[in-house]
């Protein structure tokens, strides 16, 4: 499975092992970038196929409404992580177009799963 | 010399030392009277009580525990006194003098003192005679204050009924000495749990990475058919029990920190248990342990806190899954009954003796550390998490547990 994945993850641990376990996946074009603001930078000339994305970003936009921004030009969809799975969030998401979201620990499995069902 | 510091009834002294260590500066003075967050506070019985007995004791209309600050006095509490004079500018108190003396101030004809006869409260028709303060004196030697009696007729206190005023003076300056130390308590307190969630919030990031790596190491080791594999075994069962402390540790402070809220919404509960399967799926897969559900007349929603099932569930759930050993199963049934909800977490696992599950229903406050059966540790906040939220939603718990045999965790919650 390849697929043109952006990374929008301000804990650079865990941008590090989502990276990592993409790649064993068999994606091959992975960037990541730790924030809302410059996601909607590089998302125009990265042109990604899928946004795997941080619920809840450190600074800045938070990553639903990254999402948000993202798609009002694309039609790409997104991915979410989050640290728990709360109404609130999901109500959020909602608005956006998403394939599904993943609660923290991530595993690789769970992440593999996720991929090959919306492959 | 012994003194007492009246102006009309003098002679007998007070059998009391005079407080040589008593100081007047006044910048340090509102410092200290500062420090104890008295000031504007809200009536409070402890303190009413005290002036409703100093009132009975001296046998006057009038009792008040009065606190000077830089420009006013504030009472905490008072008889015979209304609402509206909770405040006064210092100017026109008598109890400015109190404070600036180390022993009691009576004044028997108010009208008749130089420093009170032209007072408001004095000069008016049907105004106040008699007057007895007793310094309110802080452990720095400092006067914040005053308990004082006032009465519309001259009168004279006995000895007897003084050494009472100020054994009832001592007790106010008690109180206020607690209020002060519950206030650093709850400081404390409050800090200790902030760093609870900090430190819980800053381990998980470090923890992610290593179960998300540990896993895709899993696959790469299975793919070659390593004989390390059990290491990865290892390093993900301990993981996931750290990252279940660390979960406990974060709820745990929230629910301390935050207090118990409801915030009811409308909540598909079959939702909230697939979620709540999706975070211990992997911890009881780890274990081959059959995990089992039954949900009935859950289709309609509820309007409920949501998350404080969610948490409920996931920690009964989690702690079965701690004490039950590898091969053995979970269920989880959730019941909408007329009026309430009823769930129950059975498990075949190592059960408790009697009087570990008394224990557990009895103490109410004590962490019960604990071992499961893979090793885990558990801090026994899991359980006091549970209590919590059980009381919050009004519900109903019951064990039932033989060594050996099993747990079952009844819940039952009005809805």
Redesign the interface.
């Known amino acids: 499975m390849d697929k043109k994945i952006l990374i929008i993850e301000d804990d650079l641990i865990l941008a590090l092992s989502l990276e990592m376990m993409l790649k064993r996946i068999g994606c091959t074009e992975i960037m990541k970038v730790e924030t809302g603001e410059e996601a909607l930078k590089v998302s125009e000339t990265f042109q990604p196929e899928l946004l795997l994305v941080d619920v809840q970003l450190g600074t800045g936009m938070t990553g639903i409404e990254a999402v948000k921004k993202i798609q009002e030009n694309s039609d790409v969809p997104a991915l979410y992580v989050t640290g728990n799975s709360d109404q609130y969030f999901r109500q959020k998401a909602e608005s956006t177009n998403y394939i599904d979201y993943l609660i923290k620990p991530i595993t690789y499995r769970e992440l593999n799963e996720v991929l090959c069902t919306h492959a | 010399m012994r003194e007492r510091f009246d102006f009309c009834c003098t002679d007998q002294p007070i059998q009391d030392m005079i407080d040589l260590d008593f100081k007047t500066d006044e910048t340090r003075r509102l410092e200290d009277l500062q420090s104890y967050q008295i000031l504007d506070s809200l009536p409070e019985k402890a303190f009413d009580n005290l002036t409703k007995l100093a009132s009975e004791i001296a046998d006057t209309p009038i009792a008040m525990i009065n606190l000077i600050d830089e420009k006013r006095q504030w009472t905490k509490s008072m008889v015979g006194i209304p609402e509206e004079l909770r405040e006064a500018p210092r100017e026109v108190s008598v109890c400015q003098f109190t404070i600036k003396e180390p022993d009691v101030t009576e004044i028997c004809n108010l009208k008749e003192d130089y420093r009170t006869s032209h007072l408001p409260s004095v000069n008016s028709e049907g105004g106040l005679r008699y007057y007895f303060g007793v310094p309110l004196i802080t452990k720095n030697r400092y006067a914040i204050g005053t308990l004082c009696v006032l009465d519309y007729q001259e009168t004279k206190l006995s000895d007897k009924q003084i050494e009472q005023l100020k054994i009832i003076a001592n007790e106010v300056m008690t109180h206020l000495e607690l209020h002060k130390q519950n206030q650093e308590l709850q400081k404390l307190n409050e800090y200790k749990l902030q760093l609870m969630k900090m430190l819980s919030h800053d381990m998980?990031?470090?923890?992610?990475?290593i179960?998300?790596?540990s896993?895709?190491l899993?696959?790469?080791l299975e793919d070659e058919e390593s004989p390390h594999i059990d290491v990865i075994d290892i390093i993900e069962q301990s993981?996931s029990q750290l990252?279940q402390m660390i979960d406990e540790v974060m709820n745990y402070s929230i629910i301390e920190s935050e207090g118990l809220k409801l915030t009811p919404?409308n909540?598909n509960l079959e939702e909230v248990v697939d979620?709540i399967l999706?975070?211990y799926r992997?911890a009881s897969r780890i274990k081959d342990i059959d995990l089992e559900i039954y949900t009935e007349g859950l289709e309609e929603p509820i309007w409920i806190d949501?998350?404080k099932y969610?948490q409920l569930i996931g920690n009964l759930l989690s702690n079965a899954i701690k004490y039950t050993k590898k091969g053995g199963w979970v269920k989880l049934s959730l019941i909408r009954k007329s009026n309430s909800l009823e769930l129950k977490v059975i498990d075949s696992g190592i059960g408790m003796s009697s009087e570990e599950t008394k224990s557990l229903l009895e103490n109410e406050n004590r962490f019960q550390a604990s071992k499961g059966t893979s090793g885990e540790k558990s801090s026994g906040i899991g359980f006091a998490i549970i209590r919590h939220i059980i009381d919050l939603l009004d519900g109903d718990i019951n064990i039932e547990s033989a060594e050996g045999e099993g747990t079952t965790f009844r819940i039952e919650i009005p809805v």
């Open positions: 998980r990031s470090p923890l992610n990475g179960i998300g790596l896993s895709m899993r696959e790469q993981s990252n919404y909540v979620n999706q975070l992997p949501g998350e969610e």
